[in-house]
């Protein structure tokens, strides 16, 4: 689904990625991880189009989109959430997420909307389910008409999920999903990533987190990838181990 071949982003000096190469299969949950400076930030960004490598290739289900707009990406279904989160404050937490869903239409024109015909109606109805739909699984039904920007970090996080979940994306990119959310949110976060068919890329730092979440992972060290795998197996990787410990 998600393919990364050789790719290498260079800082002047500094090889920020020097050949990382992996494949997240349709549906699976990656994590990536690696020490600091490992080049975790780069990789995420890379993928979600916000740097070009200087070398090297990223597709979504086939279609090379390396040199993709965000734009592009957005509308082949990949979404993204920020380490500093990002919602519209001045909207309340439901309008957060009804703006998130595209409006496709329904023919007609303005006058179809002026008039309010009956496909239309159909279809907003199908938005605002919808938009209920993601928020009781983020877990923020009583928020709903709560303004986002009196919001806690972390409940903001969450609705900058629902935000992210809220058009069913293909690939889903998450960017230290659980800073500033405490035990229960990291909790709801854990099961609505569980609860999705939707393809996870995530940057985290929570170890527990990444081991419990996460199908596969791709340590990166120094920019090269040093091991991929299961969580389980990754954990017992000696060149894993010295790469934490060293
Ligand atoms: N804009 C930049 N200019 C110069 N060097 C950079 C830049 N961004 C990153 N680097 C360097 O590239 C390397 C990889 O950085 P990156 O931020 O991707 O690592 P990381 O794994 O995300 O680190 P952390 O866990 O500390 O966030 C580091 O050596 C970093 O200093």
Redesign the pocket.
């Known amino acids: 689904m998600l393919r990364v071949s050789d790719v290498s982003v260079s800082?002047?000096g500094?090889r920020?990625?020097d050949g990382v190469s992996f494949e997240v299969p349709e549906g699976q949950v990656c994590g990536v991880i690696?020490?600091?400076?490992?080049?975790?930030?780069?990789?995420f960004d890379v993928v979600s189009g916000l740097r070009r490598p200087n070398a090297g290739r990223v597709s979504v289900a086939g279609e090379d989109l390396t040199r993709a707009s965000a734009l592009r990406r957005a509308r082949r279904g990949l979404r993204r959430t920020f380490q500093r989160t990002q919602v519209f404050g001045r909207l309340t937490v439901a309008g957060n997420v009804l703006a998130a869903l595209d409006w496709h239409g329904g023919g007609g024109g303005l006058v179809a909307d002026l008039v309010g015909r009956p496909a239309r109606r159909r279809l907003e109805r199908e938005r605002r389910a919808r938009v209920d739909e993601v928020l009781e699984l983020c877990g923020l039904t009583a928020l709903r008409d709560a303004y986002a920007a009196a919001l806690p970090v972390g409940q903001r996080r969450l609705v900058e999920l629902a935000r992210a979940l809220a058009d069913r994306p293909r690939l889903l990119l998450l960017d230290e999903p659980t800073s500033g959310l405490d035990a229960e949110q990291t909790a709801r976060l854990r099961a609505v990533v569980a609860a999705q068919e939707t393809t996870v890329l995530l940057?985290e730092?929570d170890m527990g987190f990444v081991m419990d979440a996460c199908d596969r992972l791709v340590v990166?060290d120094l920019?090269r990838v040093i091991a991929t795998g299961p969580p389980d197996e990754v954990r017992e990787d000696p060149v894993v181990r010295a790469a934490y410990l060293g």
């Not at 020490?35 to 990789?43: F, S, V």
Request: charged letters at 5%; hydrophobic letters at 40%.
């Open positions: 800082f002047g500094v920020a990625l690696g020490p600091n400076g490992a080049g975790k930030t780069t990789l940057v730092h990166l920019g």
